[in-house]
């Protein structure tokens, strides 16, 4: 994912002082006082607050050697922005933190935001307070190892730690004002404990409801929330409220929440024959940058119990073979390949024959069907369990000065085959990427492990095919 850079500089800080004497000033005298300045890039909101630092903003340093920190040489200096410029300097002369005079190497661990005490390298998480989400946007960063007092740029890359959820909310028909509306997340835990020796976050705990941060617009209220990623959010609920007014969203129990990432939805409230609905119109889940997720109908609270959820298109798979492209003719097999966007499905080809590439002249990365024998790209584990309309989009090009009829790429769902419609592709337009979608909504075998293949037949493709943004979408 994309993440925070930190820029580590060291400069020169500590000069040896003598008295009457003028001996010489052995090397192994010398030390350097570290200082940091930062940039934040490559995301579209990387702290809770903004794309920037704030004024006074701090972070946590550990310089230490070996695994872990099991050999700590500094332990917990605060650093900070003191104009919100992502230029860090030691809080105090008691803060600062030196390199080892000697020029031998050391490691650093960073965390944000600072806290005074850490108790057995251990951060403490809590969410439950959302009044001021900068003061929970938990990153941390270990990558540098191996710096030492020459080193003249040592870059820290931190990353987020929780998951974000925004929500985009407008009034429908029925409903004249969102003023006074609360979000509340039930089912959530609140506290976890972060390991900052070995960057990892332990189960969460403490169950509590979870006023979201709203923020009243023009036309539109946001709601904000982070919170701490969970594997299986079965039975948790967003509740709307306006006054007296109830609209509860049950989430689908297949849905996860993601170590640093966003969850983007855009609601709409409306009533229609006296029935209120909180309809989410769209949807996205983001490395702090958005991708399509999905849409429901939430119906309003009654007596005896919640509301209806209509059916609406979402996005239930995609893949774009990973945003670090590959090198010029760099290859993978299949079952080799790591760089995956989506990882929660499982890849193969059964003939071990098609590969994840790119070329001197395409340079995203691409699943690759050869002319020199039967070929797939076999996609297992995707969740279409109660959905409907079921639609596949990709990108689509040849690779070879031969023409080809897209219809003999065979789109196997379940076992089920659909093709492309009749299309050739001529031998001039190769490498040329076009979008086809392909119907599968008579497909009658639907999961929640359903499997999603595209196959290439020896026999027919004589130009060899090259796909790309593959988007699975469907109702539920």
């Known amino acids: 994912m994309k993440v925070n850079q930190l820029l580590l500089l060291a400069t020169a800080a500590a000069a040896v002082t003598s008295s009457c004497q003028k001996a010489p000033v052995s090397e192994q005298e ?22 920037n630092w704030e004024s006074n903003d701090a972070i946590g340093v550990f310089m230490k050697t070996g695994n872990g920190l099991n050999n700590v040489l500094a332990s917990n200096k605060q650093y900070v922005t003191t104009s919100g410029d992502g230029n860090f300097k030691a809080n105090s002369t ?44 938990f990153m941390y960063a270990n990558n540098v190892t191996g710096a030492n ?5 040592a870059q820290l890359q931190f990353s987020h730690k929780l998951s974000k959820i925004e929500l985009t ?4 028909t029925g409903v004249s004002s969102l003023s006074g509306l609360t979000v509340t997340y039930n089912g959530f835990n609140t506290t976890a ?17 979870i006023k979201a941060k709203t923020t009243a617009g023009t036309t539109t209220t946001s709601a904000e929330a982070i919170l701490l990623p969970v594997a299986n959010i079965s ?15 049950t989430l689908p129990s297949s849905t996860s929440y993601e170590s640093g990432k966003k969850y983007s939805y855009n609601i709409t409230l409306q009533e229609q024959a006296g029935n209120n609905t909180a309809i989410v119109a769209s949807g996205s889940i983001v490395d702090w940058t958005d991708v399509p997720s999905g849409s429901y109908t939430i119906g309003k609270d009654e007596e005896n119990g919640g509301g209806t959820t209509d059916p609406v298109e979402q996005t239930l798979f995609e893949e774009d073979f990973g945003t670090t492209p590959l090198s010029k003719d760099e290859k993978f097999k299949i079952a080799d390949f790591k ?17 994840i590439r790119t070329t001197g002249t395409i340079v995203n990365n691409h699943a690759w069907l050869p002319t020199t024998g039967n070929s797939e790209l076999a996609i297992e584990g995707i969740d279409t369990d109660k959905a409907s309309k079921l639609k596949v989009s990709f990108d689509v090009a040849t690779g070879t000065s031969k023409d080809f009829d897209l219809q003999n790429l065979a789109i196997i769902f379940n076992g089920q085959t659909f093709n492309p419609e009749s299309k050739m592709i001529l031998a001039s337009d190769a490498n ?38 593959i988007v699975l979408k469907g109702q539920k």
Not at 193 to 209: K, R, S
């Open 30 to 51: 010398i030390t350097k006082a570290v200082t940091f300045s930062s940039t934040i890039s490559n995301q579209v909101t990387t702290k809770a607050a903004g794309a």
């Open 94 to 137: 008691t803060e600062e933190i030196s390199y080892p005079a000697d020029g031998s190497n050391v490691d650093f661990i960073a965390y944000y935001p600072y806290q005074t005490t850490i108790s057995n390298n251990v951060y403490p998480v809590n969410v439950s307070d959302q009044t001021q989400q900068n003061k929970i946007d």
């Open 149 to 153: 007092k020459n080193t003249a740029n």
């Open 169 to 172: 909310i407008a009034a429908g």
């Open 193 to 209: 404990n972060f390991d900052l020796a070995t960057g990892t976050l332990a189960a969460g705990t403490n169950p509590a409801a």
């Open 235 to 249: 039975g948790a609920k967003v509740e709307f409220k306006i006054g007296n007014e109830i609209y509860t969203w």
């Open 339 to 355: 760089g995956w966007s989506n990882t929660t499905v499982k890849y193969s080809d059964q003939y071990a024959k098609a590969d």
């Open 432 to 469: 040329k990427f076009i979008n086809v979608t392909v119907d599968l909504s008579t497909a009658t075998t639907l999961s929640a492990n359903s499997k999603l293949s595209f196959f290439s037949d020896i026999a027919t493709n004589k130009a060899g095919v090259r796909i790309d943004n």
